[in-house]
């Protein structure tokens, strides 16, 4: 179908949250992907970080065509092939840089999406909580009565950070601490707070004031929604601190920055020095198939008991298939070690660019601002598609590169050419 019959077809039926750009993308292969017209675009967004192989790498789509063949969909109630498989994996992945004395197994929540993987990690928190103030009580011999007592008084607050990007759910946007994107929908979920993102002094106020009624504290160390930002090290290392101190638990959102998006190790809170409770993961582990994890330490999962959560199509067979496949291709192929060279050459072309004053990010997680005299990022971005490449602006003067983690030297160097002639 053509652009223009698709655009009329989407502009009738389709609901107008997204401004989508005039192009429509038909097919695709490793960097690339094509319109409708044939037309080849250079793809330095991958689908919001999504596309960790590529398009329609061999490998994924191999073991989607075999799962599809073979079984669909049966449900949670049933075991199928690949979801331990899975989580074994993501256990291991977590545990990579944690001593081999103190390795314990990590446990999986199957999702759909980032935001679900998110609402999942919020009420374990406040499970965990719960039955860790019922479980003190019941050590002292107390009755029923105030175990439940307890159990009404345990702590429910959640701290995010300023700028973060939870998702878009109502207890997701909550915990989204940008006030642009929830005003819209007032009143939202309550029992989140945030603070400024590097502000150990204000984490350690908070902490004092209301410390007793925080039950997590939840971080992206690389914030991206933002402008790719990354959290100190000193501020993670505070943030583990005062949760450990006060029975709470630390919970990395690592949908975007997960993974080997940053680069070195397979998850963005390993590059700081901590070892969360909680991490949530979606995006680039299934290379574009939908799909979302909630990954507890054991301890902590073991909250959960049959009955307190749940998803129809999280772990479905054909994104759990997907998912094996790309987390065993990205070991395979020795992504960690292209993606921290590419990323470290991308950011060197871009800080030499005309108009760029500030680079920052991990790996292939990069922001690069724009000076005020500069095109505005939209405009820049509006114009790739002119020039043959997919980019995106998370701000009027902020471009964000998400590229494919197949990216290479050589495509950094076609963007370049690309980008000279668009500031």
Known sequence: ?????????????????????????????????????????????????????????????????????????????????????????????????VAEADKAPWKTFFANSGAEANECAIKLARLHARKRAAARVQAQGAGSDAV????????????????????????????????????????LPDGFVAVPPNDVAALEALFEA?????????????????????????FLQAARRLTAERGALLMCDEIQCGIYRCGTYPFGFQHFGILPDVVTIAKGVASGMPTGMCVARAQVADAFAPGDHGSTFGGSCLAVAAAEATLR?????????????TGAYLRERLATLPGVVEVRGLGLMVA???????????????????????????????????PPLVCARRHVDSLMEKLVGLL
């Open 1 to 97: 179908m053509s652009l223009a019959s698709e655009q009329s077809l989407e502009s009738a039926y389709v609901m107008g949250t997204f401004a989508r750009k005039p192009v429509e993308l038909v097919r695709g292969s490793g960097m690339a992907v094509f319109d409708d017209e044939g037309r080849e675009y250079l793809d330095f967004i991958g689908g919001i970080g999504a596309v960790s192989l590529g398009h329609c790498h061999p490998a994924v789509t191999a073991a989607l065509s075999l799962q599809a063949e073979k079984l669909v969909h049966v449900s949670n109630y049933y075991y199928v092939e690949h979801r331990g498989e899975v989580a074994r994996l993501l256990s291991g992945l977590l545990n990579q840089t």
């Open 368 to 402: 690069a601002d724009l000076a005020p005299e500069a095109p505005a990022a939209p405009d820049v971005v509006a114009r790739g598609l002119d020039a043959g490449v997919l980019l995106n602006a998370t701000g009027p003067h902020t471009l964000r590169f998400l």
């Open 329 to 341: 291709t990205l070991a395979e192929e020795g992504i960690a070690a292209r993606v921290e060279d």
């Open 210 to 234: 209301q410390g007793d009624q925080v039950c997590a504290v939840m971080v992206e160390c690389v914030q991206g929604e933002s402008g790719v930002h990354p959290c100190t090290s000193e």
């Open 148 to 187: 439940h007592a307890a159990e009404e008084a345990a702590p429910r607050l959640v701290v995010t950070l300023e700028g973060s990007f939870h998702g878009r759910t109502l207890a997701t946007l909550a915990a989204t601490a940008q006030p642009a994107k929830q005003e819209a929908f007032q009143p």
